[in-house]
């Protein structure tokens, strides 16, 4: 009988199982009815009878589920795994289970559930899983209803080619009520010059936003105090960027904390993770590379994490026939002529040449453009003028913490060193 089967043998049951065998036995020795038992059990009548049945005949046994200890019949075979392991292990070491997931489908044909592979990945020692860490979580901001409302720009400065390029910064352009990529593009630092060429890329092919979300960076707010107030908090108190998008109908906002900005925050660590790997799967090391793979990477990505907008009108607004991207998205400053129609810009000292009597300019102010390499071009009441160099002067530069590194890089590479034969190295001190 079962009392004999229960004595010699051990089961590693679960809590529910330990129930079940408990409200049967009662059933039984006949200390409740089968309906009660059905009850408690959660199961039908007939199924408590059939169980009764298997627990007089062979006891805990007949109660425990027959295909405990064996594998399933979908259970994928180990040589299967273990060839899994091997390639993930040789290609992937260091992706999470759902990137690695993606490239074993993508480049090596295998389908695997994600669990499955997680599992694997964390008993061979591949995958360490996070510790849950306590997040205080704040209420998200409800998504923009039309793509194209708001764009939300920043620049992520990381070794995005690992050792095998140039330390550089990704500009990153996310919609806001999509979530979509809509614009990358790699550039040395973070700067006035590179922002306006992705602008002109982003609204060449989708128009202008009708506003950018960004952060207090000096290309976009002038942070400097002027009698206790912020320099932007004056009427004339663009930057060049600013400026730029003021004639474009374009609307800036700051937030004023990274956090604030968290779908574009969140995408740069996404980025940093995802693009990195992407790029050095395919042996990407230099800019002009990062820059060509770039749409690809976004199509990609936008088809697998874009989400639906909340209406289907796009926001984005035409540019206007007399809104020329090459005279905005360019640096315009305003100079006063000296006595000598001399004037200075950054570390260089000019000297008009003209036709005209010098008494006539003295004291004009001119305009001057300079184009994204730095070329500048001077107009006076819409005419061009000729000019010289006269004197290049010493150049003190302030930088932030995003161009920090790329300044440091080119001291580095400027920096003189005297040849072999130079007196300073065959000084000896007496």
């Known amino acids: 009988m079962g009392g004999d089967v229960m004595e010699k043998e051990h089961f590693k049951m679960s809590a ?19 309906r009660q038992a059905a009850q408690n059990l959660g199961i039908s009548i007939r199924q408590v009878r059939r169980l009764k049945k298997n627990f007089v005949r062979f006891g805990i ?26 390639i993930v292990q040789d290609k ?16 090596h044909g295998l389908l695997f559930g994600r669990e499955t ?20 979580i704040h209420q998200q901001r409800r998504r923009r209803d ?6 939300q720009l920043d620049g992520s400065p990381h070794l995005w080619f690992e050792d095998r390029g140039p330390h550089c910064t990704l500009l990153v352009f996310v ?12 550039a040395k630092a973070e700067t006035t010059n590179d922002y306006f060429r992705a602008m002109s ?18 290309v976009f707010r002038i942070n400097t105090k002027r009698n206790g107030m912020a320099a932007c908090e004056d009427s004339n108190g663009l930057t ?57 990477f976004m199509d990609i990505f936008n088809r697998k994490f874009a989400h639906e907008p909340f209406s289907k009108e796009d926001a984005h607004l035409v540019l206007l026939p007399s809104e020329d991207l090459e005279s905005v998205l360019i640096k315009k400053e305003t100079r006063i002529l000296s006595k000598n129609l001399e004037f200075q810009h950054k570390n260089h000292l000019y000297r008009l040449l003209t036709d005209r009597p010098l008494y006539s300019m003295r004291h004009a102010p001119i305009t001057i453009l300079e184009d994204w390499d730095g070329n500048i071009r001077v107009y006076y009441k819409g005419q061009g003028l000729k000019f010289k160099v006269v004197e290049q002067l010493p150049f003190l530069k302030i930088a932030d913490s995003k161009e920090i590194y790329q300044d440091v890089e080119k001291v580095l590479r400027e920096t003189w060193k005297p040849a072999k034969d130079h007196p300073w190295r065959n000084y000896t001190s007496l």
Not at 146 to 151: A, Y
């Open 146 to 151: 039309r793509e194209g409302e708001l764009i």
């Open 16 to 34: 529910k199982e330990t129930n079940r065998i408990s409200v049967i036995e009662n059933l039984a020795n006949g200390k409740v009815k089968a």
């Open 175 to 186: 919609d806001d009520a999509t979530g979509k990529l809509k614009h990358l593009m790699f």
């Open 92 to 107: 992937y070491s260091d992706f999470g289970p759902t990137f690695a997931l993606e490239k074993l489908k993508e480049n």
């Open 117 to 136: 592979l997680r599992l694997a990945m964390i008993e061979k020692g591949i995958w360490k899983p996070k510790k849950k860490r306590y997040i205080i």
């Open 61 to 86: 046994a007949g109660l425990i589920h027959k295909g405990r200890g064996r594998s399933g019949n979908r259970a994928i075979p180990k040589k299967e795994i273990e060839r899994m392991l091997t």
């Open 240 to 296: 060049q960027f600013g400026r730029a998008m003021q004639e474009l109908g374009i609307t800036i906002i700051f937030a004023n904390t990274p956090q604030a900005k968290g779908r574009v925050e969140k995408m740069n660590r996404t980025l940093q993770n995802r693009l990195v790997k992407e790029m050095r799967l395919k042996g990407i090391s230099s800019m002009a590379q990062g820059n060509a793979f770039l749409p690809e």
């Open 201 to 218: 890329a982003y609204i060449g092919k989708f128009g202008k936003p009708v506003a950018l979300y960004v952060d207090k960076h000096g």
